[in-house]
């Protein structure tokens, strides 16, 4: 017991522990959206694009770092949106096209120009032990942000998760929804990144919600499952990073990805047939159809 | 060219052509649907039915024409089984409530909510099963649920695509029923479908496309070989029986016969 409490002698490591489980408890509740939209992937390349914007915001406002890689992320999620939206290339493709480009153009500014700044290995990999006073209120700002609108706009992206062109029908501004929907994913992942990191970002965004996806098949009870999943996750993996001495990031993705798969090895052909179909989504509202 | 709905009209489209992309579906079509309406959309695969439907919905806009609709009118949609994620994790009772969009905002159902989604479930004979996800339901069930979600808002207008497809000859009854009695009820509506003997032939007016209005009246008007000829691009023939019209293909030996 006293092994277990030891580490919460410490200031530094209560802080990273909540932050932990807020930063699960956030990428897990904004994941089901992502995940049943089939949009899994669009964590990966936003999570790379923002990097881009942290690399980008070293040449013209090195202070507003985090402002200007938010601004860098929303635009490339808008602008996959309308991409989409406007031709024929698939979500996937965009995705891959726009974000990556992103993070290309800004690591390549950074190159040329950048020096100072929060440094590359902190952004890649998480330093959640530390994270600074204004990036914890920045990350409670925007969970708490993410709460509201999921809680107060739940029906509204339900339907349109669900079937686009019947909400649009039924009365849901669904393209204000996703616009929305983007931009609280791109504030999600920029108040994460510090403490995840770039490259883990996109797993907690998908593994809570498969893992949830397995366990239901309610939507209330998976957005439930999903949170208290990632906050399970954030909080065991910092435990077990201290013991172990590695980075939180991955420790916690680590934690997520056993979880995934005790849950796969219990719920067996059942939660496999549930989750199967998380790579088919209705695209009703941005395919061509069969006239 | 109309629909032969009397009453107060609730959606106009007046020549109206639609494309996707530089892919033109339909030309200079004209269609209004009125109060009493309940018309089938007939035509064969990618004559631009769905389209016509989407003009209808406001969810297509046409390149030349106009589309206009009743300001307040309650519109809803029931789309094809074939498009819809099976495996999305959603109960009945969830799936029928995301049609209460407006009102309430918190994410879960009043006791109100769910005694309305209960009687519509009973009307439509499912009501045991509104705790079951949407998977676990026969191809007739599921069409009823999304009749459940539809008809929770009080649609004056109702609209389908193949609401048929896929489902069995009894289910098909049983859908037809279901719409005759809501019609009977006051609901417009317009239903897209290829199945011309079990389903067609049953309502009281048709509208054939295929890329424009090829004829427009009640069946026994349009269900003609000629009418068909240029609706399906194929010969058929048209047997009378018990007072209804029953479509055959025409044997390819007459085709043969008569050099065509």
Redesign the interface.
């Known amino acids: 017991m006293e092994t277990l409490l030891e580490p919460l002698s410490y200031a530094f490591f209560q802080k990273g522990l909540i932050v932990a489980a807020l930063s699960g408890a956030l990428l897990g509740l904004i994941g089901v959206y992502i995940v ?1 939209r089939g949009m899994s992937y669009i964590g990966h390349g936003l999570s790379h694009s923002i990097f881009g914007g942290f690399a980008a915001a070293q040449l013209f406002a090195a202070q507003f770092y985090a402002l200007a890689a938010g601004l860098w992320g929303i635009a490339s999620a808008l602008a996959i949106t309308v991409v989409v939206k406007k031709s ?1 290339v698939g979500a996937d493709a965009a995705i891959g096209v726009i974000t990556i480009a992103s993070f290309a153009l800004g690591v390549a500014l950074f190159a040329k120009f950048g020096s100072s700044g929060p440094s590359f290995e902190n952004a890649l990999f998480g330093s959640i032990l530390g994270i600074s006073v204004g990036q914890i209120v920045g990350l409670v700002a925007v969970s708490v942000l993410t709460a509201a609108f999921v ?6 992206l ?2 349109s ?3 686009p ?8 501004r669904v393209n204000r929804i996703e616009a929305a929907l983007m931009i609280v994913l791109s504030l999600a992942i920029l108040a994460t990144l510090t403490v995840i990191g770039v490259t883990l970002v996109a797993a907690m965004l998908v593994i809570p919600a498969v893992i949830a ?1 397995m366990l ?5 009870r ?1 957005l439930a499952y999903s949170t208290a999943i990632g906050l399970a996750s954030g909080f065991v993996g910092m435990y077990l990073s201290y013991y172990a001495g590695v980075p939180s990031g991955t420790m916690i993705v680590l934690v997520g990805a056993t979880a995934f798969v005790i849950v796969l090895a219990i719920t067996g052909g059942r939660g496999l ?2 989750s ?3 790579d ?3 695209e ?2 941005l395919a ?4 | 060219m109309t629909g032969t709905g009397i009453g107060p009209e609730l959606i106009r489209i007046d020549g109206a052509s639609a494309s996707y992309g530089h892919h033109r579906v339909l030309t200079d079509v004209s269609f209004h649907v009125h109060e009493d309406q309940f018309t089938g959309i007939v035509g064969p695969s990618g004559a631009g039915k769905t389209t016509l439907l989407r003009l209808l919905l406001g969810t297509l806009a046409p390149t030349a024409g106009d589309v206009s609709r009743r300001p307040d009118l309650r519109v809803s949609y029931v789309p094809q089984l074939e498009t819809v994620n099976w495996n999305f994790p959603v109960t009945v009772m969830e799936c029928v409530l995301m049609s209460r969009t407006r009102g309430r905002r918190l994410p879960w159902a009043s006791r109100q909510e769910k005694a309305d989604v209960h009687g519509v479930l009973d009307r439509l004979g499912i009501g045991g099963l509104a705790e079951r996800h949407i998977r676990q339901l026969s191809g007739g069930q599921q069409q009823r649920m999304f009749l459940a979600r539809a008809l929770l808002r009080q649609p004056q207008l109702l609209l389908m695509d193949e609401p048929t497809s896929g489902v069995d000859v009894s289910t098909r009854h049983d859908i037809l029923h279901l719409l005759g009695d809501l019609h009977e009820d006051g609901v417009a509506i317009v239903l897209t479908t290829h199945d011309l003997n079990g389903m067609a032939a049953h309502l009281p007016h048709l509208v054939c496309v295929n890329h424009r209005i090829v004829a427009d009246g009640t069946p026994a008007e349009v269900i003609t070989p000629a009418v068909l000829e240029q609706t399906f691009g194929a010969r058929m023939e048209v047997l009378e029986h018990l007072g209804m019209r029953v479509v055959v293909d025409e044997a390819p030996s007459n085709y043969m016969a008569g050099g065509g």
């Open positions: 049943l024929r809680f107060l706009r739940y029906r509204a339900l339907f998760t669900f079937d062109e019947v909400a649009a029908v039924s009365g849901v996806r239901t098949d309610s939507f209330g998976m047939r549930r199967a179909g998380l088919s989504h209705s009703d509202l061509e159809p069969a006239a």
